[in-house]
Every structure is written in C-alpha cells, then in structure tokens.
C-alpha cells in the first residue's frame, strides 16, 4: 500500500490542522492505521492509532482530549483533527499501515507497521 500524507503546515499555538493520509494498493479495510511523528533529535513515537473497523482507537496522552483520529473506509483515507495546538507538537508526522487480522485491533508501536508516508511537517509557533 503507498500512503501520502497532507495537510501540515505553520500554525500558532492554540490552532488547528487536520491531516489527511490518502492509502492506494490493496483494500485500506485491511489495515489498521497510526500517526507517528518525530521531533528533530528525538525519536518516532505513536500519536494515535485506528482499528481497521475505526470503531476502536488509542492516543498518546500528551494528545487526549486535543487530536482526533479517524477514517474513512469508502474515501482510503485517514485523518488525525489536531486542535490547541502546542510548540512542543512541532514534528514531522508520518502515517503508517499495518496489515491486520482482526477488524477491531489498534496498534502502537513503530515496529508494528509495514508502510510509511513520506511525512509532512508541523510547526507550532509560541
């Protein structure tokens, strides 16, 4: 599956973007979906995680209650809502596919995906 990701950009805290990942390939009801990102220095950590069904996902807690992630299965595409946006959410965000057995299961770690976007940049100003 080829992902491309889109929607980042330069926002001032306190805003929103909404990230969008459009999936090609095989059928995206197979994957289960992430959003990754990584600050420069640091290492890739889990932003949010989807089901293959999206009727079950997780979220870093730095995240609750602020990001939203979702999909649609009619659209491939996966979107991750990031409102209130802080400086220390400035990163290269990536989505990422895993080939999935079961329709409800999300998953978290890096190591658990088999395809990557390209990634798009956020930056948040103080």
């Known amino acids: 599956v080829q992902l491309v990701e889109s929607g980042g950009g330069l926002v001032q805290a306190g805003g929103s973007l909404r990230l969008s990942c459009a999936a090609s390939?095989?059928?995206?009801?197979?994957?289960?979906m992430g959003w990754f990102r990584q600050a420069p220095g640091k290492e890739r950590e889990v932003v949010a995680s989807?089901?293959?069904?999206?009727?079950?996902?997780d979220y870093r807690d730095s995240v609750k209650g602020r990001f939203t992630i979702s999909r649609d299965n009619n659209k491939d595409t996966v979107y991750l809502q990031m409102n209130s946006l802080k400086p220390e959410d400035t990163a290269v965000y990536y989505c990422?596919?895993?080939?999935?057995?079961?329709?409800?299961?999300?998953?978290?770690?890096?190591?658990?995906?088999?395809?990557w976007g390209q990634g798009t940049q956020v930056t948040v100003s103080s």
């Open positions: 990422a596919a895993k080939e999935a057995p079961y329709r409800t299961t999300y998953y978290n770690g890096v190591q658990s995906y088999h395809y």
């Open positions: 390939g095989r059928p995206f009801s197979d994957y289960a």
């Open positions: 989807i089901s293959r069904s999206g009727g079950n996902s």
